[in-house]
């Protein structure tokens, strides 16, 4: 079984510069899950998508940070303009559904570094 | 409010056994969850209880007291590619709609 995908791996960029990342979950998974990790710290849920619809943003800077999952399958996150303190790693993670959030499978995440 | 804390850091020896703590309050509760993540790499899933008690997955055991708000994750046999990151995850109620909830973590290092 194919796991997470995501692209690209790393990203540097300058601030005030977009950026975007793109996520394929595993096969058959309903719900799709953005994080962002900041060094030293767990993981912090940006949004959550149960198929195509939105299920919980509360996190998510909605001033610079956009995510879409248009046929409820792959994913993009957006973050325009970028910021310095958004440098941090960008996991995607999906589970069977909504109601089996104990386990959630990591994608191996988008290294963002703002300079 | 919601808080959730475990040691930030545990050393221990090859062959050892180590307990990582977790004590948590949330709003909701349903069970908690375990996850190991390695420096660099993606955070994975290694158990989940939903129930009071111990559950056991080869070297790993974790253990949950609702009443108490307390877990644990117990690693036996210690090896040195279990040097990583351990955190413990608070799963809310499916009808409340809530998100897991990862913590700072405990940083684990196994010394030769």
């Known amino acids: 079984e194919a796991g997470v995908a995501q692209s690209p791996r790393y990203k540097i960029i300058e601030k005030r510069q977009s950026v975007a990342f793109w996520c394929n979950p595993i096969?058959?998974?309903?719900?799709l899950y953005w994080y962002q990790q900041i060094l030293g710290q767990g993981p912090k849920l940006l949004i959550q998508?149960?198929?195509?619809?939105?299920?919980?943003d509360s996190q998510l800077p909605k001033d610079r940070f956009s995510a879409e999952r248009l046929k409820g399958v792959d994913s993009t996150l957006k973050i325009q303009p970028a910021k310095l303190e958004d440098s941090a790693v960008y996991l995607c993670?999906?589970?069977?559904?909504?109601?089996?959030?104990?386990?959630?499978?990591f994608g191996p995440g988008t290294r963002l570094l703002v300079l | 409010g919601q808080s959730l804390e475990q040691p930030s850091e545990v050393t221990a020896v090859e062959g050892a056994i180590v307990q990582i703590n977790c004590t948590y309050q949330?709003?909701?509760?349903?069970?908690l969850s375990w996850y190991q993540q390695h420096d660099g790499g993606a955070p994975t899933f290694l158990s989940y209880?939903?129930?009071?008690g111990l559950e056991e997955t080869g070297r790993f055991s974790s253990f949950l007291s609702r009443s108490d708000s307390y877990g644990y994750l117990l690693l036996q046999e210690l090896q040195m590619k279990d040097s990583a990151s351990y955190f413990c995850?608070?799963?809310?109620?499916?009808?409340?709609?809530?998100?897991?909830?990862f913590g700072q973590g405990t940083e684990l290092s196994v010394k030769p």
């Open positions: 998508f149960q198929n195509n619809g939105v299920v919980d």
């Open positions: 995850a608070p799963v809310p109620p499916y009808n409340q709609g809530g998100k897991l909830i």
């Open positions: 993670a999906s589970s069977l559904d909504h109601d089996i959030q104990e386990t959630q499978y």
């Open positions: 209880n939903a129930l009071d």
């Open positions: 096969s058959g998974h309903a719900t």
């Open positions: 949330t709003s909701g509760f349903y069970g």
